[in-house]
């Protein structure tokens, strides 16, 4: 096929609906720059609820050998099996609880080590090692407001060394999370609902200025596709400008907001860093910028050419 | 080389059919007139040979395939054997002559060389080999034409359909633009014209089918135009 029609169709296609395409451009980008937010702040709480649980749980840490809490139920040191087996009793028979999940010593040492600082885990004799972090359960409930109950029930049973319940803290700042992540997406609806229509009217008028050319490439057998390659192609640029434009503002966002301003604030939350950067970019579930960008370009302009060029 | 076979267009809405049981048999290298009044169905039964439309009953042949169930991605291979001419040239303004030819070959995927070949060649033929690098608004209605036939043989199609070829232009030049198509169709390619041109017609006596209110009325080789209007 010879492509240098396409090419210069594409140029001149390019240059005399230049407004338009700004305006497809600039929509795309905020559109996609606030999906992209979305996504993050979506990883944020997901990150944050694996490291310190949701608003619906709390961690019943359970003793270790020599507990910091000084507990009489810590008394017998490390917590047995059939002390165990007694919390979990307690844990089951409440209607409270929805579901609980033990979390060995290891698992819950791994967390902790992306949050504590990192000195405390280095050196010869470390302030924190594997056999001080105690095990736990972590208790997810029915309610975030009703856990009195299981909490009554499980503290003052041997074994139990402390009962952490963040749920008040928590909630605010999922609640924050959960409201930020909804209003860019639906800002981010909106706005890529505008671009949607501002695609669509752009290949209106790209094949309204075409049509002579349009009718006499379908008279002479040129191939459909062949016809529609400088709509699609068209849609295709500004799609990739939008998608790089919303890439370099998210990645700002990264870098200024959360790396160099609020992960050196806010230590007690683990942040997420750049990998969740490319997730939001490249992802597949929710799908990524550069996915969503190409396809809300070029998926309308396949069904709209087939209506206004149809062979 | 075309086909028709009680073929029968109906546009929608009230009315009679444009084309009513329509049967007819084109041979290959033949030159057809198609005459009859306004409404007489010639510019639909053209559209049907270009698949620009399908029929409401019948069956349309071209080169021996039937056209009307065709693939819809198959269309554009039967549109590079059929060529077309219309009363209003269809040029495009912003291309020179040698560019609207070339265009033609372009967006079938023609390569470069073949289309530095053939193009000169074909405006040779046509005649305006002096004025390739002219644009169209720099012709006269005549040359127009010729450029618009050269495009539509260009690829050296089977069937050349021209509608109305000589309807924008005086006698004279519609003269010259016949002995062109004339010329195209001694080189073997079928050639159907419809026209309101009883001065061509008469002149240049081919196989007359004239089309009355969608039906076949006559048929009649070397005929006359044969009716006022």
């Not at chain 2, 080169?63 to 169930?69: L, P, Q, S, V």
């Not at chain 2, 209110?213 to 005929?223: F, K, L, N, P, S």
Request: hydrophobic share 45%.
């Amino acid at each position: 096929m010879q492509l240098r029609y396409v090419f210069s169709e594409l140029r001149t296609g390019l240059r005399r609906n230049l407004t338009m395409h700004l305006a497809v451009i600039l929509t795309l980008f905020v559109s996609l720059t606030l999906a992209g937010c979305g996504i993050l702040l979506q990883r944020q709480a997901d990150k944050t609820s694996e490291t310190l649980g949701s608003e619906l749980q709390i961690l019943v840490n359970l003793c270790t050998v020599d507990d910091p809490s000084g507990a009489p139920q810590c008394a017998g040191g490390e917590v047995t099996d059939q002390q165990r087996e007694r919390i979990e009793e307690e844990i089951e028979a409440s209607p409270e609880v929805a579901s609980y999940e033990y979390q060995t010593k290891e698992e819950g040492y791994e967390k902790a080590q992306e949050i504590l600082p990192e000195e405390v885990f280095e050196g010869s004799d470390p302030v924190v090692t594997v056999d001080d972090w105690p095990s736990a359960y972590w208790v997810t409930l029915e309610q975030p407001d009703e856990a009195d109950g299981v909490i009554s029930a499980v503290e003052g049973l041997d074994g139990v060394s402390s009962i952490k319940d963040q749920r008040e803290a928590l909630g605010q700042i999922f609640g924050i999370m959960t409201a930020l992540k909804y209003g860019s997406w639906i800002g981010s609806g909106f706005l890529l609902l505008a671009a949607l229509l501002l695609v669509a009217n752009t290949i209106r008028l790209a094949a309204m200025a075409r049509r002579r050319e349009i009718g006499i490439m379908r008279l002479v057998g040129a191939s459909t596709l062949y016809i529609a390659l400088p709509f699609l192609l068209e849609a295709l640029v500004t799609a990739i400008v939008g998608v790089a434009l919303a890439s370099g503002a998210l990645a700002a966002f990264q870098y200024f907001a959360i790396e160099t301003g609020m992960a050196e604030v806010v230590t007690f939350l683990p942040w997420i860093d750049w990998s969740d950067y490319l997730q939001a970019i490249f992802g597949l579930v929710p799908p990524g910028i550069a996915l969503l960008g190409p396809a809300l370009t070029v998926i309308p302009t396949l069904l709209l050419t087939r209506k206004y060029i149809k062979v | 080389m075309i086909r028709f076979e009680k073929v029968t267009k109906k546009y929608p809405g009230p009315g009679n059919p444009a084309l009513d049981q329509v049967t007819l048999d084109i041979d290959k290298g033949e030159f057809v007139y198609l005459v009859g009044t306004s409404g007489s169905g010639k510019s639909t039964a053209l559209r049907l040979v270009l698949r620009e439309l399908r029929p409401t009953a019948g069956r349309v042949y071209v080169a021996g395939k039937e056209i009307n169930r065709m693939a819809g991605w198959k269309v554009p291979r039967l549109r590079r054997q059929v060529g077309t001419v219309f009363q209003d040239f269809r040029l495009l303004p912003n291309k020179t002559v040698a560019e609207n030819v070339a265009f033609a070959l372009q967006v079938i995927g023609k390569s470069k060389r073949e289309i530095t070949r053939t193009v000169p060649a074909t405006l040779e033929m046509v005649g305006l080999k002096d004025k390739s690098e002219r644009m169209p608004d720099e012709l006269s209605g005549g040359e127009q034409q010729r450029v618009a036939v050269a495009r539509a043989f260009v690829n050296r199609p089977m069937i050349l359909i021209a509608d109305e070829p000589t309807g924008n232009l005086d006698p004279s030049t519609s003269v010259g633009i016949m002995k062109l198509l004339e010329e195209i169709n001694e080189t073997g390619t079928t050639v159907v014209m419809a026209t309101h041109d009883h001065g061509i017609v008469d002149q240049f006596r081919k196989r007359v089918i004239e089309l009355e209110h969608g039906r076949v009325v006559r048929d009649e080789a070397a005929g006359s135009y044969g009716f006022q209007h």
